[in-house]
Nanobody, 122 residues
Framework: QVHLMESGGGSVAVGGSLTLSCVAS????????MGWFRQAPGKERKGIAS?????RATYADEVEDRFTISMANATNVLQMRLLTPEDSDMYYC??????????????????WGRGTLVNVSS
């Protein structure tokens, strides 16, 4: 069993930056891949960034060049910059295993965090 704890959410003005952290505890030896997803009320949860233990990362088109994901010692960090109101969502950390298809990294989530809220105001 893996427990994930997110932190770093909050309110920020348009164009600002936030850094989200996710610390894993428990059976962390089972984790080879971590990532971030976001979800608005009534909508599907969508993956925005994933990274494997070798540092290979994948980003959703809408965050590439603005968000940076890193992972070390069962901790996953998402640095977000140039935030817009469209980035306002509940952000969830996921952990599990990775697969690669057509040179794209996919995170197969086994465990979820409870989420941290990001609000970008204009």
């Amino acid at each position: 069993q893996v427990h994930l704890m997110e932190s770093g959410g909050g309110s920020v003005a348009v164009g600002g930056s936030l850094t989200l952290s996710c610390v894993a505890s428990g059976s962390t030896e089972s984790i080879s891949c971590m990532g971030w997803f976001r979800q608005a009320p009534g909508k599907e949860r969508k993956g925005i960034a994933s990274i494997d233990s070798n540092g290979r990362a994948t980003y959703a088109d809408e965050v590439e060049d603005r968000f940076t994901i890193s992972m070390a010692n069962a901790t996953n960090v998402l640095q977000m910059r140039l935030l817009t109101p469209e980035d306002s969502d509940m952000y969830y950390c996921g952990a599990g295993t990775c697969s690669i298809d057509d040179d794209v990294l996919y995170l197969n989530v086994d465990d979820w965090g409870r989420g941290t809220l990001v609000n970008v105001s204009s």
